[in-house]
């Protein structure tokens, strides 16, 4: 099967902001379904049919309010179903003022368990950067190499490093992480980015989740390159919002932050990030699509950021920056 059909179940008042926030994720071809629209049309008096099969009306009426859309189905639509799931939530925290319905994502024509598992089979080793190379943990290196092996295992969570928006985020940590530099890895997923900047000679990394699980797999994948708990924190909760993760964070100044999330996500970040952040420090982002860039950038500049680099995969955005606050 090449596609998959994914539906999000929402509200009214959610159809638009999770249309706003699939197009970030960089869906196109969405198609809204609401139920009131039915509703309306058999109330309207100047309908055009007289009769309607009430077998359509019973259907119509159990139809529920959401967006449908495909992806495809290999290791990169999981990769992408995993990130929208994430997105999805952190968008339920944020937005609490609002009714959004259950966000709840189901598959169709596939039992999600057996899609979770199949698409390991086209996830192989493979190199990022000049320094890396990412090794799923059910599968062995055919040769030797010098490089950093990196092993990873996603479980449902997003970040195996095949996506173009996480191997943007290795490159620039390859280039901007230095010896004993400490590490604020945002939205961490897998734990991929502060496990590779510990790899690559960082002393310390905190890192935090909205996801609760992230908690468990990121533990799991740091423990699997023998990476303990002396260097690598992890706690799940919304920094957005969080006055008490906000204050203990702050508490601390990083040598480099990491985020790989949503463009609004970025933005809003981008008014927080100079209070974990050392002057001078270092922060990298991506999750963000071309049609975005500008936004993100503006930002950045607003709250003291000077932009270093700007890398490009695909539709995706990288931006590397440098607090001078």
């Known amino acids: 099967m090449e596609w998959i059909e994914i539906f999000v179940e929402t509200s009214q008042i959610g159809l638009e902001l999770v249309s706003g926030l699939l197009y970030q994720c960089g869906l196109t071809g969405l198609m809204i379904e609401d139920s009131s629209d039915f509703e309306e049309f058999l109330q309207n008096p100047n309908r055009e049919w007289d009769y309607i099969e009430d077998e359509l009306v019973e259907q119509k009426q159990k139809q529920l309010t959401g967006i449908t859309f495909f992806i495809r189905d290999n290791i990169h639509g999981r990769e992408q179903l995993s990130d929208i799931k994430s997105a999805l939530l952190s968008l339920k925290q944020q937005e609490k003022e609002f009714d959004l319905g259950t966000l709840e994502v189901t598959m169709k024509n596939i039992k999600e368990e057996d899609w979770a598992n199949n698409w390991k089979k086209y996830f192989k080793p493979f190199a990022v950067g000049d320094k890396i190379i990412i090794k799923p943990s059910w599968e062995e290196l055919k040769e030797t190499t010098d490089k950093i092996v990196l092993k990873i295992d996603p479980a449902h969570i997003f970040g195996t490093g095949t ?24 939205g961490c997923g897998s734990g991929i980015l502060s496990i590779a900047s510990l790899l690559l000679g960082a002393s310390y990394a905190d890192a935090i989740d909205i996801d609760a699980n992230a908690v468990d797999v990121a533990y799991e994948n740091a423990k699997r390159n023998d990476i303990n708990k002396k260097r690598y924190h992890v706690v799940s909760g919304n920094i957005l919002d969080d006055e008490i993760l906000q204050k203990t964070y702050s508490d601390k100044k990083y040598d480099v932050v990491e985020a790989n999330i949503v463009a609004d996500v970025i933005i809003a970040l981008s008014k927080q990030v100079p209070d974990y952040i050392k002057d001078k420090g270092i922060f990298i982002c991506s999750g963000i ?37």
Do not use: M, P
Request: with cysteine; glycine share 2%.
């Open 163 to 186: 996506h173009e928006t996480t191997q943007l985020c290795i490159e620039f940590i390859e280039q901007f992480v230095k010896k004993e530099d400490t590490i604020f890895d945002i």
């Open 289 to 325: 699509i071309k049609q975005r860039e500008e936004d993100v950038k503006q930002a950045l500049q607003k709250n003291h950021f000077t932009i270093l680099d700007i890398k490009y995969k695909k539709d995706w955005v990288a931006i590397i920056s440098r607090y001078d606050g």
